[in-house]
């Protein structure tokens, strides 16, 4: 837990990084640069900006932001070895507040298979790999990778090594989306328990999605300590992809006040940076993703619609402008009732009653059973000149 506002999540995104990683994306430097300001805007604490070695691209959209984005701690990407280091360094050492993200593989799958190493080596490249970061720069990220199918004591041990050595935040990542809530909490806790500095220095949690628990084992994280939350725009990232940053964002903002904690994210930007990150990258939104799908904010059936009418709440724990959207929406369809029917015609310029609503309304369910969303024209063509007259 940090020592100064331990009531606040640090949001770390890491859109342009680990959501990059997604099949089928490539963002160029412009590109990259553009997100990177809209996630200034959006208030995120840190701005995981790529893996400057991966690329020489890569490289100049990192310095790039690194240079004109001001606000949030700029980091960039590193294996735990020196080339990658320096590169990540020579990165970001332009900006305000730059910060080194270092990382090594904890688990006995990935020692043995991908690393094709051993636990006593992976010790020692932990060290010097955080020695030398915390050479270069004073704020340093460590992460034993697939720590969630990792020996937990095993990895206390390189944890202790990485905060001997100077790492201010210690990030606990669930590489392949395997951990569930209680287990996540459990491990962490232990982690805690094992590792006497941690509670020193800024917990961090990185989940991503494979089963769909992403955002679950992030907010079980945050409740057993964390007080980062990696996670990206629109849930981009590696296979299923990572955590949501909008869903973690507005958790916290709907529910966090029962467990006193909140976040600096400003709110009202979310809708302008989903659209942005989607139309960059070519990913579109399922329209019923959580707090940004065309959905959220949209009733169908007619008893929703109803109870909307009356006092938004009935059906709504958001109101759409805190998300930046302008409103809600009353979709008409064959679930629809007559008071959404009515209101859509009064939008429309007709204010019809009685018999002439009832008769305009069978009409309604007429062509809502033959088509999926009944639209203005629709309404246009079924208040014919005698119901408008009545
Ligand atoms: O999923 C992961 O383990 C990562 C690390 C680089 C933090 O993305
Ligand atoms: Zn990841």
């Avoid at 060290?127 to 270069?136: E, K, Q």
């Avoid at 020193?200 to 089963?211: E, G, K, R």
């Avoid at 996670?231 to 909008?246: D, F, K, S, T, W």
Wanted: glycine share 8%.
């Amino acid at each position: 837990m940090p020592t100064t506002e331990p009531d606040r999540v640090r949001i770390f995104d890491t859109t342009l990084r680990d959501g990059e990683q997604s099949p089928g994306i490539s963002l160029n430097a412009a590109e990259k640069l553009e997100i990177a300001q809209q996630l200034a805007r959006l208030g995120v604490d840190i701005i995981e900006a790529g893996f400057p070695i991966s690329s020489p691209g890569d490289f100049e959209a990192v310095r790039g932001i690194a240079r004109e984005v001001h606000g949030p701690v700029i980091c960039a990407l590193a294996r735990a070895q020196a080339p990658d280091i320096e590169r990540a360094w020579e990165a970001i050492r332009d900006s305000e507040r730059p910060r080194i993200h270092t990382f090594i593989s904890t688990s006995d799958i990935h020692i043995k298979h991908q690393l094709q190493s051993t636990r006593e080596d992976v010790k020692g490249q932990a060290r010097a790999a955080v020695a030398h970061a915390r050479s270069l720069c004073e704020d340093v990220e460590f992460s034993p990778m697939d720590a969630t199918r990792a020996d937990v004591e095993y990895t206390a041990e390189v944890l202790q090594i990485a905060l001997d050595e100077g790492a201010t935040t210690i990030n606990i990542p669930d590489t392949v989306g395997y951990t569930m809530p209680t287990e996540y909490a459990a491990f962490l806790t232990r982690l805690y328990e094992l590792t006497p500095g941690l509670r020193d220095v800024t917990l961090s949690v990185h989940c991503h999605d494979d089963l769909g628990l992403a955002v679950a084992n992030s907010f079980a994280g945050v409740q057993a300590g964390a007080r980062q939350v990696e996670c990206a725009i629109n849930g981009i990232g590696e296979r299923a992809g990572n955590a949501a940053l909008e869903e973690i964002v507005m958790l916290l903002q709907v529910r966090g006040e029962a467990i006193g904690l909140h976040t600096n994210a400003v709110t009202t930007e979310i809708a302008r940076t989903s659209r942005l990150v989607s139309r960059l990258t070519g990913y579109p939104v399922q329209p019923n993703k959580a707090i940004i799908g065309r959905n959220a904010f949209a009733h169908e059936s007619g008893i929703h619609q109803d109870g909307v009418l009356k006092e938004r709440t009935t059906y709504e724990i958001m109101d759409a402008r805190t998300v930046g959207l302008a409103t809600n929406q009353l979709v008409l369809g064959k679930h629809s009732g007559r008071h959404a029917l009515k209101q859509a015609l009064e939008e429309l310029g007709y204010s019809i009653d009685g018999q002439a609503l009832k008769t305009a309304f069978e009409r309604f369910k007429d062509i809502a059973d033959k088509k999926k969303q009944v639209t203005a024209m629709d309404l246009e063509a079924l208040v014919t000149d005698e119901l408008r007259e009545e």
